[in-house]
Nanobody, 120 residues
Framework: QVQLVESGGGLVQAGGSLRLSCVAS????????MGWYRQAPGKQREFVAS???????LFANSVKGRFTISSNNAKNTVYLQMNSLKSEDTAFYYC??????????????WGQGTQVTVSA
């Protein structure tokens, strides 16, 4: 069993910052990629950012220059630093991990999500 637990969401004014954290725990052999997705009301879930175990990062165009992603591989933790937040960043943010739960088996996991609300 693998669990992803997010924290750090909340209410912030436009222009403010929030930092999300996600910890992966359980039967983890190795982690390939961890990242963040978000889903706003009435919209589909969309990619936000990801980071590989080697440190390669990828961002959605809508958050480039405002969000950064980092990880602590020893703690199986990924962080999303969100700066210059806009009302359109309001969404439920989900942690995602592509990991190996054995030497030969891999799967994708999702956290329960955390709400981020940006007030105008």
């Amino acid at each position: 069993q693998v669990q992803l637990v997010e924290s750090g969401g909340g209410l912030v004014q436009a222009g403010g910052s929030l930092r999300l954290s996600c910890v992966a725990s359980g039967s983890i052999f190795s982690i390939n990629t961890m990242g963040w997705y978000r889903q706003a009301p009435g919209k589909q879930r969309e990619f936000v950012a990801s980071i590989t175990s080697g440190g390669r990062t990828l961002f959605a165009n809508s958050v480039k220059g405002r969000f950064t992603i980092s990880s602590n591989n020893a703690k199986n933790t990924v962080y999303l630093q969100m700066n210059s937040l806009k009302s359109e960043d309001t969404a439920f943010y989900y942690c995602n991990a592509d990991l190996n739960y054995s030497a030969y088996d891999a799967s994708e996991y999702w956290g329960q999500g955390t709400q981020v609300t940006v007030s105008a």
